[in-house]
């Protein structure tokens, strides 16, 4: 792997999920995706990266990862029609969240040049949103409703980008 390779994962790639959606939602996108990259080092796990470097991705590996991504993400609450704010079994969500949001990232850490050439995007985008959702999951628990518009509609954008990358790559 390139030595500045996981420098632009950390750096380019969160660029990924960012969306007009509205002018207060873009302001704080912004200065999420700033404190992103210093967050998602906190993710990075030298050892998982190089177990994960001897995988060969295909089609169906990373098929099963997006399935694995579409069984864990939670659906934020909409602010239009919550009458409580809340996860159903927020912690386990969360400990779930981070899990795959971990293993996303130091795979994409892992991935070889030609497989990061095909998968980098949705694999990114996927790993980008359960940071998102691990950052805002615990307000949900806690019911701090201060970020609930802005997850919502973030959330909401990301996952449309990332099925369209999904599609694609295999429709």
């Known amino acids: 792997m390139k030595p ?6 950390l750096l380019l790639l969160p660029i990924f999920l960012y969306a ?5 939602v873009d302001v704080i ?5 700033e404190h ?4 998602l080092q906190g993710w990075t796990d030298q050892q998982e990266i190089e177990k994960l470097s001897g995988i060969k991705l295909d089609d169906g590996y990373v098929k099963k990862l997006y399935q694995e991504f579409k069984s864990v993400i939670v659906t934020p609450p909409n602010s239009d029609t919550y009458t409580e704010y809340k996860i159903e079994n927020g912690e386990k969500a ?3 969240t981070e899990e795959l949001g971990r293993k996303l990232h130091n795979l994409l850490m892992a991935l ?12 990114a985008g996927m ?16 019911g701090d409703n201060s970020r609930d518009v802005y997850w919502y509609m973030r959330h ?3 996952l449309e980008k990332i099925e369209q990358e999904y599609l694609r790559l295999f429709e």
Request: aromatic share 6%.
């Open 20 to 24: 007009e959606t509205g002018d207060l």
């Open 94 to 96: 969360l400990g779930k």
């Open 112 to 123: 070889s040049d030609e497989d990061f050439e095909k998968y980098a995007n949705l694999i």
């Open 36 to 39: 992103m990259g210093t967050g």
């Open 4 to 9: 500045l390779l996981p420098i632009l994962i």
């Open 29 to 33: 996108a912004e200065s999420e995706i």
């Open 156 to 158: 909401n954008s990301a």
């Open 127 to 142: 790993r980008e949103l359960l940071y998102i959702d691990a950052q805002h999951i615990p307000l949900a628990v806690k």
